[in-house]
């Protein structure tokens, strides 16, 4: 099992789907990257040499910012929108959606409340 920016990427998988296990890393972009190494898309990550796995290291380290790195800046920019009080991050504070979905019905995830039932609504009886 390849060991790629701290994470065990899954071996029996292909290349380009075991890159995305990588915390930053979609589908665009680990295409992109085995293009500029120079590695074929459909190979089994298992079937990877020592040598192209450190070619994909260093692409990785040098190019995108992943892992640790990248929550630590998500996380600040959400800090900071909280800080300054802007609407974004009040509605971050309240942990409701901030980019302008519908919150009077939907969004029970965010709200982490459980459905109502409606009041006197009956199921219809079933003959038997």
Not at 31 to 55: F, T
Not at 100 to 128: D, E, H
Request: aromatic share 4%; hydrophobic share 35%.
């Amino acid at each position: 099992m390849p060991r790629i920016a701290g994470v065990d990427i899954p071996a029996k998988k292909k290349v380009r789907i075991a890159l995305r296990y990588i915390y930053g890393i979609g589908p665009t972009n680990a295409i992109e990257i085995l293009d500029k190494a120079g590695i074929d898309k459909d190979l089994r990550a298992e079937k990877l040499s020592e040598g192209e796995i450190a070619k994909i290291r260093d692409m990785i380290e040098s190019i995108y910012k992943v892992e640790g790195d990248l929550r630590r800046e998500i996380s600040g920019n959400i800090k900071l929108l909280k800080d300054t009080g802007t609407y974004r991050g009040l509605r971050h504070i309240k942990r409701l959606p901030a980019r302008g979905q519908r919150s009077k019905t939907n969004a029970r995830t965010a709200k982490g409340r459980p459905r109502v039932a409606i009041a006197g609504k009956k199921q219809a009886p079933t003959s038997k």
